[in-house]
């Protein structure tokens, strides 16, 4: 602050704050007034919603279908995030780092293509893949009639998702991996570790700040993702409803604009606590020198 | 995707903040609404020319524009006439037009369905169509032409908000190649709900033949409703609502989700797949057209603008439609069983035009809405694809040329069904569908009309719910 002063520091940040202000702080406080309405699409309480405290609450808690939702979506971000992009793309890092020249290329493009497709137009090349009629898995398959989408709708849309997002996380571990002094696997390798054993204890201890990372960003992205429902709308009758598909149903389509409400203030408050959990691990970590270096690399990674 | 949920209750903070700040100016579309200035009116319709209801968009875009600019021209007024196509779900265009209206925003007239009505109504999104368009509305000729019943269609609490464009009916649709595979008549009229059965039954023994499809679930929206649980429960004489109540888990409810645990889980004379796919409905269209469904409940639309042999008009064109396609009156549950002591039963639907409150012209925005409404424009609108209109003197020239359209205007209008107009009924409609979707997944007919009945009061209110008569 030296030289700017507490003024020319408060101006330098006011427009910051303010836009904060107004798309942040303020948009959640209207959601907590929303959510406390029965605020309607159509109808009377369209032109005049009224009050009803914390009825809203009272009827999601009470609603069997949003603990379905709230099921269904940690499956998701269990198969499909941690487990999926995670694994997946650390095995994908693991499989090139070594190779150069046009496979590695070939293959990063191809990862990253999945990745980069708009949302909208890859939803439907999963749609024609997965069609009932004519759908090209059933062709290869030879399983014609199979409706793959209705039978087995959360193994599609984690399998979707898993296609979608492996990219970011083989781009963070490979830069990780990049980043474990060879001299540390030149040593285990002459003490005779395996390829295992290096992994284990080597790579891992070096890059745990990596995964810590990748875990945190790819749980909260998971978690409110919303393009499944251009796959499957949420279907079969509420079979793949994760949380955000779950309140657009509820608040748009049907119409109830309050309940949406309460629920997106519900979903705001588990984000909060993914986020402040990976703060804590976080801060604990940084409070051990010997780990600080990999924290921080960690950290330029997420935010380059 | 980061912000995904900070993006969404953005998204309806901010449209909650437009519609507040759109109800105190006059938002809207259009130019200048100076006289002698240039004047853009717009119209919305879910119709797109190649897709849905192609006559109707291809009818707007070739004769009603031209012919309008033309006659305002010659008035020396400088008009303009857009018209924003849809071609989606109905669901998904109603969600978009109250969006549109929420926000102050949207076209000057659109085309809505005639249930909407109420629930646009009470939220001010749309108002009567005098205090609109003024006092040319009440003087309209139209009006004379259009009977009382079709007229309801597009009123709520005895105000008329806007125009109907037609009148339907419906009926069970087979195909008679099929029926004559499997020893069944050509010229087939059931008399009861066993009838049908039997026939879906001899159906079944025909490879890769879905015997009966009856609408289900909630991917279809509201043709579950229209085409599968409300012509059901009109055939046992028990209605949706009746004397100021909504009606539970009524005996009538119970048989007619029993009717679809028979086709769907017991006997599986339908196919269940296709009840919850998100192309349902269309997927069923191309498969009777493909010859792979036996019996269908649909309405006139299915005959006019799906199947209809022209490739221009017909989603789903059969070219041998007239030969192949048999119709008939749906059964009531038993004869004499139906409403008003009824052997056959029908539903009536109505779609129309409404104008929007927020637009900036609105009474030459209704000398538009009038015009589309003339005879001269109805003769031209059903001249490639004959459909029933709401005036009686266009009927009495066209229909007599499509026996199709002459039945259903002298065989089921007469006894047609019409949902309740209340604001609330979208939303019983839904519970409709769910009730249907569980029976079709195997829940038990009793168990799901029990919910259906716990749906319905937190709708509309215990006090509200005649409880089912069982």
Redesign the interface.
Known sequence: MAGLGRFGAGAFVAPALALIGL??V???L??IY?GMTD??????Q??DPSFVGLDNYEQILGDPAFWRSLRLTLVFVLASGIVGQSLLGFAIAWALRRLTGWLKSVVETLVLAAWVIPASVASFLWIALLD??GGTLNEILGTQGT?W???HPMAMIIIFNIWVGTAFSMLLFSSALASVPPSQLESARMAGASGWQQLRDVVIPNIRGHILTNTL?IT??TF????PYLV??G???GASEIL?VY??NT?????Q?GV??AI??I??LI?LVIALGYLRVGRARAARPAEATAAETAGGAATS | MVHRTRRLTAALASLTALGLVAACSSGGDGGGGDDGGAVTLTITANAISGGKNAAEADWIRDWVIPEFQAAQSEAGRDVTVEFLEEGVDDEDYKTKIALDLQSGEGADIIGIDGIWVGEFAEAGYIMPLSEVGGDAVDSWEGWDQMSDAVQSAMSFEDQRYGVPQGADGRVLYYNKELFAQAGLPEDWQPTSWEEVLEAGRSLAGIDGVIPIQLNAGTAMGEATTMQGVLPLLAGTGSEVYSDGMWNGATQGLRDALELYATIYAEEGLGDPILQQEAAGRDNSFAQFAAGEIGILLEGDYFWRSVINPDESIGTAPMANRDEIVGYTLIPAQEPGSGVEGRDFVSMGGGTGRVLNPNSENPELAWELLAFMNSAEAYSERVAGTVSITPRDDVNAEVLAGDPMLSFVSENVLPINSYRPGLAAYPQVSVALQEATAAVVDGTSPDEAAEAYEQALIGIVGEENVASGDG
């Open positions: 798309f942040l303020f948009p959640a209207w959601t929303l605020y309607r699409l159509t109808g009377l369209a032109v009932r009629r409706a989408l209705i039978e960003l909260l992205w409110n993702t919303f393009t499957t709308a279907g079969p009758n955000a309140i657009y608040a748009i389509p049907g119409g604009l949406g409400a997106s203030l979903m705001l984000n």
